[in-house]
């Protein structure tokens, strides 16, 4: 491998895993003490609700690591008979792969096996065993944020419903909704984190631009759900019909953007559907080329519609039920997202890396296109095809005119 290509893993990267799967467990231990606290103050219906979105949510994350796991088979065995991959990656069969992922357990032994095999190359710094190792963070960081996505966003949503309905807030309520924005703040992050290891050039995430990066996200996912569940405290009828209405043009746009993600057409539609449920709560880029104004129209048309969301609460509202939380309530709503989007472009100008690695010390701004270009790492044998396509997706996006100048700049250095 030349240094443009150089794999990297270390103690951090291994420590990222680790916190991972503990903030995995986590959200598991609570919604088992979320749901079990219901139960035990005989309110089946929420209860069942709760296990009801856990339920669905694990279904949904199995089905895309099974997906995955059947269509990059073929291409472990191969590298496993040429030598390229030691065979006791690939010896867990067909069948209990399948029986795995039917007991709601495939994601947790993809954690497994990445702890093993990530203590195990921590010590012998194999090269094979690294791309391994890469590959699999890959996924399990994609499947971390559907999770996340998935359970955690609607189970917030209805956790705040269910306090504000009621009018009165429980330790172990508090202790789950915390929890839960911090999840999925950290599984984004983790996810950006795990884009970059997809790229040949590119720098490892320092410790500022993850925690801005981190900050950001919990900042604009915050007044979404909040949004939401005010508007699901005096419509809850609606607020499925609202969601279809979202989600709706989200899927025609995603269609739209022509996604190549998984490995037939019925996976692609799913996969799509999938996009179109994260775009109803965050921001998530499928496609290549400029994000900016797809991130402009995003943000706008989501403040407009929090604000539509907040106003009708704010209309329909109990005055003297809810005269104890409102003011501070929509305060914290507007000045969350607003600041969320101010500490994004901030990010994103001063902290967003453009430029390789062989030439830079710190991270760099988009803006400076004409230096140089982050390139995919297509001289390794084992590739995660998922997170290449959207790390190209995430980082590529210059226009044609400045890709021949960033060569031409690369040629002089």
Same mark, same amino acid.
């Given at each position: ?32 003490? +979320? ?18 979105? +856990? ?72 090269? +094979? ?53 911090? $999840? ?12 970059? $290891? $997809? ?25 979404? =759900? ?19 209405? =979202? ?50 129209? %995003? ?48 990010? %994103? ?41 959207? $790390?190209?997706?995430? %980082? ?16 002089? +250095?």
């Amino acid at each position: 491998m030349g240094s443009g290509d150089e794999l990297r893993f270390s103690l951090h990267d291994l420590i990222f895993i680790c916190l991972g799967l503990a903030t995995f467990l986590f959200d598991l231990g609570t919604d088992v003490w +979320v749901v079990a606290s219901f139960f035990e103050a005989g309110d089946y219906f929420w209860a069942g609700a709760v296990l009801l979105v +856990v339920l669905f949510c694990s279904v949904v994350v199995q089905m895309f690591s099974w997906c995955w796991f059947a269509g990059d088979r073929e291409q472990l065995k191969s590298l496993s008979n040429s030598g390229l991959l030691p065979p006791f990656k690939t010896t867990v069969g067909d069948g209990a792969l399948r029986l795995l992922h039917g007991l709601q357990l495939g994601f947790l032994v993809r954690y497994i096996t990445a702890l093993e095999v990530g203590f195990r190359m921590h010590k012998e710094r194999d090269t +094979v065993g690294l791309q391994y190792i890469i590959y699999l963070i890959n996924d399990i960081s994609m499947l971390r944020l559907f999770e996340s996505i998935f359970e955690s966003a609607p189970q917030l949503t209805l956790m705040l419903y269910i306090m504000m309905l009621k009018n009165q807030m429980k330790l172990h309520q508090c202790f789950s909704i915390v929890a839960s924005f911090l $999840s999925i703040a950290w599984a984004i992050l983790d996810f950006h984190k795990s884009l970059r $290891s $997809s790229l040949s050039d590119k720098m490892h995430l320092k410790f500022k631009s993850a925690l801005i990066y981190f900050i950001f996200n919990l900042l604009l996912i915050c007044p979404r =759900i909040c949004s939401i569940a005010l508007f699901a405290t005096i419509f809850k009828h609606y607020v499925l019909l609202h969601f279809a209405l =979202i989600c709706l043009p989200m899927f025609i746009w995603t269609c739209q953007q022509g996604t190549d993600f998984m490995n037939n057409i019925p996976e692609e539609v799913f996969y799509r559907g999938a996009v179109a449920v994260i775009l109803y709560f965050t921001w998530l880029n499928v496609a290549a080329g400029k994000t900016i104004i797809r991130q402009i129209i %995003y943000h706008s048309f989501l403040a407009v519609d929090c604000g539509i969301l907040v106003g009708f609460w704010w209309i329909y509202r109990d005055p003297v039920l809810t005269a104890s939380y409102t003011l501070p309530l929509l305060i914290a709503i507007s000045s969350s997202y607003f600041l969320g989007v101010i500490v994004k472009c901030t990010y %994103y100008k001063y902290l967003h890396p453009t430029l390789t690695a062989d030439l830079l010390t710190t991270d760099e701004t988009d803006i400076q296109q004409e230096v140089g270009f982050r390139s995919i790492c297509e001289s390794r044998p084992l590739i995660n095809k998922r997170m290449q396509i959207l $790390s190209k997706c995430f %980082y590529f996006s210059k226009p044609e005119g400045n890709r021949r100048r960033s060569n031409m700049e690369e040629t002089k +250095v």
